[in-house]
T-cell receptor
Framework: DTGVSQDPRHKITKRGQNVTFRCDPI?????LYWYRQTLGQGPEFLTY????????KSRLLSDRFSAERPKGSFSTLEIQRTEQGDSAMYLC???????????FGQGTRLTVV | GQNIDQPTEMTATEGAIVQINCTYQ??????LFWYQQHAGEAPTFLSY????GLEEKGRFSSFLSRSKGYSYLLLKELQMKDSASYLC???????????????FGKGTSLLVTP
């Protein structure tokens, strides 16, 4: 499978716990995005990597959220001290250098109880 | 920032043609994307426009007018499986540490009826 891969697909966690999601982009894509989507809304931008550099972070990304892409390949998104408002679908997307397309993974659905 | 507007809902008949409009305001345009999203699934890339004009891809076509801040997605020969949300997304021209994101509208929920 050469598409964008995300793991896990579903995560249920108790409020206050930390969670970490992983994204493996398409191999030749150097650009990687994280988004969050809630029901009835379009995806909201969280952060952007170009290779290993995190070039942009949304104001939505509170101090409890951190993302890394240490070797410019896979990326992780960690949420610390989860809150019920963090329940959403977390989507990863990747783009080639030419920016002519952006493909999404299947997402990680987070439920905080 | 950007302001992206799409109709919330549309209904069309199987076999017909439907046009979904998207208007946007941006300080430095760098591409417009259309995505299809079925309920509970991730968005699927449909098209990319950066120059004015029509891009055709099978039953789907996308049009862009940069001067008007306007795009549409045209779906021909509608099928029941085309019932989904259609998302318009715009990218700014990057400046420093901003402008790299795809900024999405809220999506248009299309219902195809028999």
């Amino acid at each position: 499978d050469t598409g964008v891969s995300q793991d896990p697909r579903h995560k249920i966690t108790k409020r206050g716990q930390n969670v970490t999601f992983r994204c493996d982009p398409i191999s030749e894509h150097n650009r990687l995005y994280w988004y969050r989507q809630t029901l009835g809304q379009g995806p909201e931008f969280l952060t952007y990597f170009q290779n290993e550099a995190q070039l942009e972070k949304s104001r939505l990304l509170s101090d409890r959220f951190s993302a890394e892409r240490p070797k410019g390949s896979f990326s992780t998104l960690e949420i610390q001290r989860t809150e019920q408002g963090d329940s959403a679908m977390y989507l990863c997307a990747s783009s080639p250098p030419q920016l002519t397309e952006a493909f999404f993974g299947q997402g990680t659905r987070l439920t905080v109880v | 920032g950007q302001n992206i507007d799409q109709p919330t809902e549309m209904t069309a008949t199987e076999g017909a043609i439907v046009q979904i409009n998207c208007t946007y305001q941006t300080s430095g345009f760098n591409g417009l994307f259309w995505y299809q999203q079925h309920a509970g699934e991730a968005p699927t890339f449909l098209s990319y426009n950066v120059l004015d004009g029509l891009e055709e891809k099978g039953r789907f076509s996308s049009f862009l007018s940069r001067s008007k801040g306007y795009s549409y997605l045209l779906l021909k020969e509608l099928q029941m499986k085309d019932s989904a949300s259609y998302l318009c997304a715009v990218r700014d021209r990057p400046q420093g540490h901003s402008g790299y994101a795809l900024n999405f509208g809220k999506g248009t929920s299309l219902l195809v009826t028999p």
